[in-house]
């Protein structure tokens, strides 16, 4: 069932894509609230609102991303009529799906596939199709430790406090990204040293992995102001297990079948010593 879906989200989404006259990729609102599985429209436009309210927040213009149109519709024997609808950029869409019911299955894998086609197009438009993967890893592990900040506050403000209490959060995380492993068990699967960091071990593709479930985890504990140790616990491991679950929807590897990378740490001077001699 979880494959079927992921095969007409996917599909559907890259058919409804549309070009402006100056080619600027857009998707009509009114065909992604099918697609998302919403039958009403003001149901669907209350979702849409929470997502330019997230625009916002995170520092967009809400212009640049989502605009209100009005069309003509065909309303059978040749009449049509004006119907309003709102064009919507990739980021609008990703903050859409990120803002829907995620009881609606397609709702629950769209807030993966937006999120990592968002994320690849923003790795193309800064001429990431040129960058080596040594240079990936390092953006993607900057990124990570960024976002590990957020999660451990957003973790702590729903009650985990204590560092040992934070270890076992992350490792809830793990266990459902992981299929079970936690950091332990994932250092010993990949043949790393018991004090390597497994983050400063993963390649692009890993990497990319735990970077969505550290935003989605964060979002998803706020969103839902989840309260408690065990109850965060959970929502980490049921974030893990939704990104693992999506990565085996589309054929993609385990992340725990995905070979150790060189040490990030040896990477960056490597790095940058090249530039230096340039």
């Known amino acids: 069932m979880t494959s ?13 894509s549309q070009r402006t006259e100056d080619g600027i990729e857009f998707w009509y609102a009114r065909d992604l609230q099918k697609l998302l599985g919403y039958a009403n429209w003001q149901n669907f436009e209350n979702v849409v609102n929470k997502a330019k309210t997230a625009c916002e927040t995170s520092g967009h213009t809400v212009e640049n991303h989502f605009t209100d149109v009005n069309k003509m519709v065909s309303i059978g024997s040749g009449a049509e009529r004006e119907m309003n609808d709102i064009m919507l950029t990739r980021y609008a869409c990703y903050l859409v799906a990120q803002n829907g019911d995620p009881r609606k299955e397609p709702i629950a894998f769209a807030q993966t596939y937006f999120a990592v086609q968002t994320r690849r197009q923003e790795i193309s438009d800064s001429g990431g199709n040129h960058v080596s993967e040594d240079k990936k890893r390092m953006i993607l592990r900057e990124e990570i430790k960024e976002h590990n900040k957020k999660l ?19 490792n809830f995380g793990y266990k459902g990204l992981y299929g079970g492993l936690d950091r332990k068990h994932i250092q010993q699967r990949k043949g790393l040293k018991e004090k390597s960091n497994i983050l400063d071990h993963m390649g692009s593709t890993e990497l990319a992995a735990n970077l969505f479930r550290a935003t989605q985890a964060e979002e998803k504990l706020r969103r839902e102001n989840i309260k408690g140790k065990e109850n965060a616990n959970q929502a980490h491991h049921d974030v893990g297990k939704k990104v693992r679950d999506a990565i085996k929807s589309i054929g993609g590897t385990m ?13 960056s001077r490597r790095f940058n010593k090249a530039l230096k001699e340039k």
Do not use: C, N
């Open 152 to 170: 451990a506050s957003a973790a702590k403000d729903a009650g985990v406090v204590q560092p040992v209490e934070y270890a076992v959060f992350q």
């Open 4 to 16: 079927k879906i992921v095969t007409t989200v996917q599909k559907s989404f890259d058919d409804l």
């Open 255 to 267: 992340p725990e079948d995905l070979p150790p990378a060189e040490d990030i740490a040896k990477v």
